[in-house]
Structure formats: structure tokens, C-alpha cells
């Protein structure tokens, strides 16, 4: 069974910055896509990164240049290097990933930018 567990989220100042990590129970490699996803408060949950089928990485466009997907696959991990913070980057963050025709979800991390 697949387990996707995300760690790493609390509350920052607005300009600053926090790591986020999604550990799989499984190999990542196994995976045909795997990212992060966003949810606010009264907003539909929203890609914010990650690396799609063959590799290659996509962004939603208002986290351009301030934030970075990696991964360790040995580990088994998914990083999102989150930078220049705002308020309105405030809202659960949440680990996907993909295989064949299951998706899966983690439970969530809080990510709150605030003053």
C-alpha cells in the first residue's frame, strides 16, 4: 500500500522560507508523476510542482522562481524548497503522486505566512 507522509510546514514571516518533504512508502522511481499540490481556505486544490511523466518539472506560475521541487530517490523523498514567502502562499500542502491509473494523496502539511 502507498503511503505518502509530508513534513516540514509551521508558520513563517512573510519573505521567508521553509522545506517541505514527502516521504513514499514505496520507490519514487515507481511513480509516473509526483508533486506538491496547494489548498486554501474556499479555493479548489491547485498544483503548485512537480515532476511529470519523462522527468521534466512544471510550476504553477505565481511560485516561479521562489520555489523548487527536488527529490532523493534513494531516500524515497520528494522536497519543495519554498522561498520569498507571501501571505497568499498560506494553505494546506499536499504530497501527490501518480501511477498507471491510482493516484495517491498524503494527509496534508499546514503552510501559514503571516506577520
Known amino acids: 500500500q502507498v503511503q505518502l507522509v509530508e513534513s516540514g510546514g509551521g508558520l513563517v514571516q512573510p519573505g521567508g522560507s521553509l522545506r517541505l518533504s514527502c516521504a513514499a512508502s514505496?520507490?519514487?522511481?515507481?511513480?509516473?508523476?509526483m508533486g506538491w499540490y496547494r489548498q486554501a481556505p474556499g479555493n479548489q486544490r491547485e498544483l503548485v510542482a512537480a515532476f511529470t511523466t519523462g522527468g521534466s518539472t512544471n510550476y504553477a506560475d505565481s511560485v516561479k522562481g521562489r520555489f523548487t521541487i527536488s527529490r532523493h530517490n534513494a531516500r524515497n523523498t520528494v522536497y519543495l524548497q519554498m522561498g520569498s514567502l507571501k501571505p497568499e502562499d498560506t494553505a494546506v500542502y499536499y504530497c501527490n503522486a501518480n501511477r498507471r491509473l491510482n493516484n495517491y494523496w498524503g494527509q496534508g502539511t499546514q503552510v501559514t505566512v503571516s506577520s
Open positions: 514505496v520507490s519514487i522511481l515507481s511513480f509516473d508523476a
